[in-house]
């Protein structure tokens, strides 16, 4: 069975790596936190005591980090160390699965073919649960060679597997949906608080809004009012999940999207900014849909 390495073992990478060793590779993992590793090192993976340890010597490299700067310092290097493309064996198929910019994720791809080396911006979707229970969606971007040998260690991981295009074309769908799915955030969020400041219970109008036209995946599947649904992160003071910081970074990425093709964006420039404000209020590191908390009567 194949070898690969796994690089970033956060809230995502985490259960992403513990699926591919379900699925029979033998995995080596590095992160720069080492109880991030300990977890893994506990289901069956092998710690490497840097990434370019970790990358030597294996068929294929998954990464799964905070932002672009940290994929491009990893991969190219950076202060004169050395980057993953320095130091991997001739063949080995490069994967990122973090949400960053495609122009990043292109300067990548090509640092990697002047060295024949094959790269996929992989991006997903399907939050911690989806991570943790090897259903994510992969939104790719590269050449169709490289999409293809990716399979099996995408196959592994996620359930639908998608080609957006070209390089970094992953990543322009990712930030589409994403910018989408912040919108459905808020909008879900103001509507469950207005019914509850008329008296409805929040489980019964969630359970109307599912099956009437609001329905949306947040309804469905990460309430963002605490107690109308279990195993989410409302449920458990906003913990885990999808941090805040990283929602204002990707609606950040969206809005650099729309500059750059000067394309109308007024919902997610809306939504970014009661991000960002949230943000600023000491909610960073809490999962995204604490949004909810800014529509709360207070008085
Ligand atoms: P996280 O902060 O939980 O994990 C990031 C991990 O990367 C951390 O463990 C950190 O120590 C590690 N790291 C950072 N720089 C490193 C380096 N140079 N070498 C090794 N390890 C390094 O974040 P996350 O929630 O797992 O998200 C990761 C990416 O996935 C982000 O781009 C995010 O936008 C995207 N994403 C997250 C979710 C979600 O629900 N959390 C869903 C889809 C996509």
């Not at 791809?109 to 911006?121: R, S, V």
């Not at 489980?203 to 279990?230: A, H, Q, R």
């Not at 809306?270 to 209020?281: D, E, F, K, M, P």
């Amino acid at each position: 069975m194949a070898t690969a390495a796994f690089i970033g073992l956060g809230n995502m990478g985490g259960p992403m790596a513990v699926n591919l060793i379900k699925a029979g590779f033998t995995v080596k993992v590095f992160d720069l936190v080492p109880e991030a590793m300990q977890t893994l090192a506990d289901q069956g993976a092998l710690v490497a005591s840097t990434a370019c340890g970790a990358a030597s010597g294996v068929d294929v490299v998954v990464t799964m980090l905070p932002a672009g700067k940290h994929v491009r310092q990893l991969y190219m290097g950076a202060n004169g160390q050395q980057g993953l493309i320095d130091v991997v064996a001739e063949g080995t198929l490069l994967i990122d699965c973090s949400t960053i910019d495609a122009q990043s994720a292109r300067q990548v791809a090509d640092a990697a073919a002047a060295k024949q080396l094959e790269f996929i911006d992989a991006p997903v979707s399907g939050g911690t649960a989806g991570a943790a229970a090897g259903t994510l969606t992969f939104i790719c971007g590269g050449h169709e060679r490289a999409f293809e040998r990716a399979q099996p260690a995408l196959t592994a991981m996620g359930s639908n597997i998608f080609h957006a295009g070209g390089p970094g074309a992953g990543q322009v769908a990712k930030i589409c949906n994403n910018m989408l799915l912040s919108v459905l955030m808020v909008g879900t969020s103001e509507a469950l608080q207005m019914g509850i400041d008329h008296g409805l219970d929040p489980s019964v109008l969630s359970d109307i809004m599912k099956v009437s036209s609001g329905g949306n995946w947040t309804l469905d599947k990460y309430n963002p009012c605490p107690g109308v649904m279990e195993s989410v992160p409302s449920s458990n003071d906003y913990q885990g999940g999808f941090m805040v910081d990283l929602m204002v970074k990707d609606l950040g990425l969206s809005q650099e999207a729309a500059l750059a093709t000067n394309s109308s964006t007024p919902m997610g420039a809306l939504a970014r900014s009661l991000y960002v404000n949230h943000g600023r209020q000491g909610h960073g590191r809490r999962d995204f849909s604490s949004i909810f908390e800014q529509f709360k009567n207070k008085g």
